[in-house]
């Protein structure tokens, strides 16, 4: 059983439960994957598996392609290493993972890049509330003070400011597993996930 698989973001929908209620939903395309690397105490001093995964992509380069020939995984574009935890069996090179490991009410942690919303102010970053927009105001969607004078006469770090907004790692942890579409190969997990349709998504087993 492998710790995770790596896929794609097609988009949001909804799904009806028996009983009526709607679930916000996203579908992923995940899988199928490759076994690329397998990494072991003894030679690299941790346990881990490198996964690939099999879409159609270009030709890679020498390295690469050097890589990719010694588990046979023609077609592998995009690579992800997964740690191994007891319980996460023991893979071999070659092996192909799919997204049939992967039952209804099973929880997932998904990891993506979020969306790059550039330099943004302080009330669209952080939510500040601004001044008033009345007229003669001349305080409307500025910072206002970030710190004091002789004492501390500097900015503590983590200090809300405007600066670049998005396009980082975020894992959205405990997504129920709403339904597994073997034949396609789509996941269907309740709730958001990070970063544009057609982003690259890490899908691993939840920790807890």
Do not use: W
């Not at 909804?14 to 072991?40: M, N, Y």
């Not at 004078?149 to 400011?161: E, H, I, K, L």
Request: glycine letters at 14%; proline letters at 7%; a positive charge.
């Amino acid at each position: 059983m492998s710790p995770g698989i790596i896929g794609k973001k097609i988009g949001m929908t909804q799904v009806f439960r028996p009983d009526g209620q709607v679930v916000p939903v996203t579908l992923l395309k995940a899988g199928p994957c490759v076994v690329v690397q397998r990494k072991t105490p003894a030679t690299d001093g941790y346990d881990a598996v490198q996964l690939g995964l099999v879409e159609f992509a270009k030709k890679p380069n020498k390295p690469m392609a050097g890589h990719l020939k010694k588990a046979s995984a023609d077609g592998v574009k995009y690579t992800r290493e997964f740690k191994l935890r007891p319980g996460s069996g023991d893979p071999k090179l070659g092996d192909r993972v799919l997204v049939d490991q992967f039952k209804p009410k099973d929880k997932v942690d998904v990891t993506g890049v979020s969306k790059g919303r550039g330099f943004a102010g302080v009330m669209k970053r952080h939510g500040f509330g601004g001044g008033d927009n009345t007229h003669g105001s001349m305080f409307h969607r500025a910072p206002g003070s970030i710190g004091a004078s002789s004492f501390p006469s500097r900015v503590f770090p983590g200090t809300r400011m405007g600066g670049q907004m998005g396009d980082v790692n975020v894992t959205v942890r405990n997504l129920e597993v709403i339904d597994v579409d073997t034949e396609d190969n789509v996941l269907m997990v309740k709730g958001a996930v990070p970063g544009p349709n057609g982003a690259y998504v890490i899908v691993r087993r939840a920790k807890r």
